[in-house]
């Protein structure tokens, strides 16, 4: 089961995409965040903060769970 996180825009970056599933509090630990834990996007393992995401793409930390991006409509 996926946790669904909509978007008003066409794509959200990874950083921002992790404060608004709430997985960090602040851009300031997006950082160290991706620096200390394996997050997979598409199945790939991915540390760029600034990796845009776009809805159906699919983000999996293995300590938080799975997100699906999603278009709000």
Excluded: C, W
């Excluded at 996180?5 to 970056?13: A, F, L, N, P, V």
């Excluded at 995409?17 to 960090?24: E, Q, R, S």
């Amino acid at each position: 089961m996926h946790d669904k996180i909509e978007i008003t825009t066409e794509y959200i970056q990874l950083g921002q995409f992790l404060k608004l599933a709430n997985v960090v509090e602040s851009g300031g630990m997006v950082k160290l965040f991706l620096a200390d834990y394996e997050v997979y996007v598409n199945d790939s393992l991915e540390n760029r903060r600034g990796r845009k995401l776009y809805p159906g793409d699919r983000v999996e930390i293995p300590e938080a769970g799975t997100f699906e991006v999603i278009k709000e409509n």
